[in-house]
């Protein structure tokens, strides 16, 4: 348990879907992330959140959208997603020392 | 683009042995981490280190961090199964406010009882 908790753990959803995954934390970190996981892949940074503004995106498709209410949820809102958009999307956050705690992650399956 | 190559990239060994993963860089790094991450869950901080040259020991686990901020190891003695998984290293970066994490693709461990 890192005090990190996303949600829902495993989503299967249709191309033409719309869905939200869900992360928590109430460490008292400044700074939310959104990762995304393939296999043969290393971490990919989508998403950089430092008190609630996004400080960062990493040229994530529109089709992904992010939204961060406060500093300790944030959001990514899916819709059209792509069968290559299947993959692991973790959600960390940290303070400014930068160590970060992942949640478990959401398993998404794209069909 | 920062860039950090993990070597080996997978890594099979028996219960017992002693081996060594690595995690290197062109780039300095103002401090480095290494995760383990097991198959379904998300990545856990194993462990920072911040000045050059700096070893630090988790158990059986040690790290170290090169002198020039650019590279480092991680040796594990007397591997155990449970010591099986998918070890990442993380260089950090500050730029003002903003806060970025560049991971590796890691190493994938097995430890064979």
């Known amino acids: 348990e890192t005090g990190v908790t996303q949600t829902p753990r495993h989503l299967v959803m249709g191309m033409t879907n719309k869905k939200s995954l869900k992360c928590e934390q109430h460490?008292?970190?400044?700074?939310m992330y959104w990762y995304k996981q393939s296999a043969k892949k290393p971490l990919e940074l989508m998403f950089v959140?430092?008190?609630?503004?996004?400080?960062e995106n990493n040229s994530v498709p529109s089709r992904f959208s992010p939204e961060c209410p406060n500093s300790s949820h944030l959001f990514l809102h899916l819709h059209t997603l792509q069968p290559e958009d299947s993959a692991l999307y973790l959600c960390?956050?940290?303070?400014?020392?930068?160590?970060?705690?992942f949640g478990q992650g959401t398993r998404l399956t794209v069909v | 683009t920062q860039l950090l190559e993990q070597s080996p990239q997978f890594l099979s060994i028996q219960e017992g042995e002693n081996l060594t993963v690595y995690c290197n860089s062109s780039?300095?790094?103002?401090?480095l981490q290494w995760y383990r991450q097991e198959p379904g869950e998300g990545p856990v901080l194993l462990v920072t280190?911040?000045?050059?040259?700096e070893v630090k020991k988790l158990k059986r686990l040690t790290f170290q961090f090169g002198d020039a901020r650019k590279d480092s190891s991680l040796h594990i003695t007397a591997a155990q199964p449970g010591d099986t998984g998918l070890y990442l290293c993380?260089?950090?970066?500050?730029?003002?406010?903003?806060?970025?994490?560049?991971f590796g693709k890691g190493t994938l461990l097995t430890v064979n009882p």
């Open positions: 993380a260089g950090a970066r500050s730029g003002g406010s903003n806060y970025k994490l560049t």
């Open positions: 460490l008292g970190h400044n700074a």
């Open positions: 959140y430092n008190f609630k503004e996004q400080t």
């Open positions: 960390a956050s940290s303070r400014e020392d930068f160590e970060a705690f």
């Open positions: 780039s300095v790094f103002s401090s």
């Open positions: 280190v911040v000045t050059g040259g």
